[in-house]
């Protein structure tokens, strides 16, 4: 696909998708204050809301990303859109708390599908010289659907109810849908006619799974230390499991390349450092601040704009600019952004959020990018899929753990209460542990990124 109006519609139905699944991410985060309300949910439930959506990403990204290389990437992307879709109107119409979960969970599967093949798609439509720009704009799209869920999703919640930001999805969905069906007359399979790796699929959702529900009850008793050890388990049977294989669903040998492995265990660090972020700031500028969804949306939109509209010029920078420079400094200006939020409390200045905002959004911005583009340019074209859904895994798993970190301190702190006010300096300590544990995370990984290969001459030129 040489063409470039062929190649710009690849990217707009790519940023089209990837613009409406972290628009559903962030305005959920601002609905869950309403949402408890409406269904009184406890804590800990209403964290499970969001970690359900982020639990399918991360255990079902990297099937949907080997299932693409094998029957095509567009076809697995248009399910996911279909799926996606439905699933957002049956959200809409959820009677009950626990439904809710279940259906946010299916739309969390849709979305599995859409990121896990969305870089793929533009990596098999744009050549390598070209891709720093279309990752670019690819990231932007992301961190656009972002804001626009904290302000227009914030806006949708206080004028019409949180059930709005499901029902938003829909018309989009069927627009992206027509340019599919439409458009699109051909499909990329790097891998068509291999065998899909069935035992290796069921093995790595039951283990992120696992892991997951043994992080939310690990204070609980001992439940919650053998389910981790289970996971921990399965996570070695998997790996065994995948180097016997001629076609596993996860290569192990990519991560021989120092570069790759580098560049995506820092994907997955920054994302389990930043992306409980805006859940935390959420409930705490609503419980604690008083404000309203749509006012706290509007600070917290901070953040993604920066990313937003950053994220094309750190892209082109990729393209010229030696990688760990621009990761690091990045990564540098995250964890300062992160440890302002170790230190607030009841009585902390607006303008203090809002500085760390843009400090993350601005490190986010310059890190993004260059990991996606150096980690997707050291692997050859028939894996793009596999490569692609491990960059997202990464992205989600890292997201996963964030929300993890939560539900652990929440557990610990709160319990199986309703974050009401005779809980809020209680709340406050677990937001307060929770950055320390995301500043201290990030901070070291600074110095990985450090080590990272000197230039891109140490990625294969595929």
Same mark, same amino acid.
């Given at each position: 696909m040489k063409?470039?109006? /062929?190649?710009?519609?690849? /990217?707009?139905?790519?940023?089209?998708?990837s613009f409406l699944v972290p628009f559903m991410g962030t305005s959920l985060n601002i609905a869950l204050p309403?949402?408890?309300?409406?269904?009184?949910? $406890?804590?800990?439930?209403?964290?499970?809301? @969001?970690?359900? &959506?982020?639990?399918?990403?991360?255990?079902?990204?990297? @099937?949907?990303? =080997?299932?693409?290389?094998?029957?095509? =990437?567009? #076809?697995?992307?248009?399910?996911?859109?279909i799926i996606f879709t439905f699933a957002s109107f049956l959200a809409a119409i959820s009677p009950s708390g626990i439904l809710l979960l279940i259906f946010v969970f299916l739309q969390g599967i849709g979305c599995s599908m859409i990121f896990g093949t969305g870089v793929a798609l533009i990596s098999s439509a744009f050549r390598e010289r070209e891709r720093g720009r279309a990752y670019g704009i690819y990231v932007a799209s992301v961190y656009t659907g972002i804001f626009s869920g904290l302000i227009l999703g914030g806006f949708l919640i206080q004028? &019409?109810?949180? =059930?709005?930001?499901?029902?938003?999805?829909?018309?989009?969905?069927?627009?992206?849908?027509?340019?599919?069906?439409?458009?699109?007359?051909?499909?990329?399979?790097?891998?068509? +006619?291999?065998? %899909?790796?069935?035992?290796g699929s069921i093995l %790595?959702? &039951?283990?992120?799974?696992?892991?997951?529900?043994?992080?939310s009850t690990l204070p609980n008793g001992a439940t919650g230390t053998y389910l981790i050890l289970i996971g921990l388990l399965g996570t070695i049977v998997f790996i065994k499991h995948e180097n016997r294989l001629k076609y596993p669903l996860l290569?192990?040998?990519? !991560? #021989?390349?120092? !570069?790759?492995?580098?560049?995506?265990?820092?994907?997955?660090?920054? $994302? /389990?450092?930043?992306?409980?972020?805006?859940y935390l700031l959420s409930l705490y500028l609503q419980y604690l601040k008083l404000l309203s969804p749509n006012a706290a949306g509007i600070i917290l939109v901070l953040q993604p704009l920066s990313v937003a509209v950053l994220s094309p010029f750190a892209g082109r920078i990729s393209d010229k600019v030696e990688t760990r420079t621009i990761t690091s400094i990045g990564m540098a200006?995250?964890?300062?952004? /992160?440890?302002?939020?170790? !230190?607030?409390?009841?009585?902390? @200045?607006?303008?203090?959020?809002?500085? +760390?905002?843009?400090?993350? +959004?601005?490190?986010?911005?310059?890190?993004?990018? @260059?990991?996606?583009?150096?980690?997707?340019?050291s692997v050859s074209k028939s894996i793009y899929g596999t490569a692609s859904a491990t960059v997202s895994t990464m992205v989600f798993t890292g997201q996963l753990l964030s929300m993890g970190v939560v539900l652990l301190i929440f557990a610990v702190y709160l319990g199986n209460v309703q974050?009401?006010?005779?809980?809020?300096m209680t709340f406050l300590k677990s937001l307060n542990t929770a950055f320390l544990v995301y500043t201290a995370v990030c901070f070291a990984a600074i110095f990985a990124l450090i080590l990272m290969g000197k230039n891109k001459n140490s990625i294969n030129d595929n």
């Open positions: 063409d470039n109006g /062929l190649k710009n519609i690849v /990217l707009i139905t790519v940023a089209l998708g309403s949402i408890g309300a409406d269904f009184a949910l $406890n804590a800990i439930l209403l964290s499970w809301i @969001p970690t359900a &959506f982020i639990l399918a990403n991360a255990a079902l990204i990297l @099937p949907f990303g =080997r299932l693409a290389d094998i029957h095509g =990437r567009k #076809k697995i992307f248009t399910y996911g859109v004028q &019409f109810g949180w =059930r709005t930001i499901f029902i938003f999805n829909i018309p989009f969905g069927i627009l992206i849908l027509s340019i599919l069906l439409s458009k699109f007359k051909s499909d990329w399979a790097g891998s068509k +006619g291999e065998n %899909f790796d069935f035992i %790595f959702i &039951f283990t992120m799974a696992v892991l997951m529900q043994g992080f290569r192990i040998s990519i !991560f #021989k390349n120092t !570069f790759f492995t580098i560049s995506i265990i820092s994907i997955l660090i920054i $994302n /389990l450092g930043t992306s409980a972020m805006t200006i995250t964890t300062i952004g /992160l440890s302002l939020f170790i !230190f607030l409390n009841e009585n902390t @200045p607006l303008y203090i959020i809002i500085l +760390g905002l843009v400090l993350v +959004g601005t490190g986010l911005a310059l890190f993004s990018s @260059p990991a996606t583009t150096a980690s997707m340019s974050i009401t006010f005779q809980y809020y």
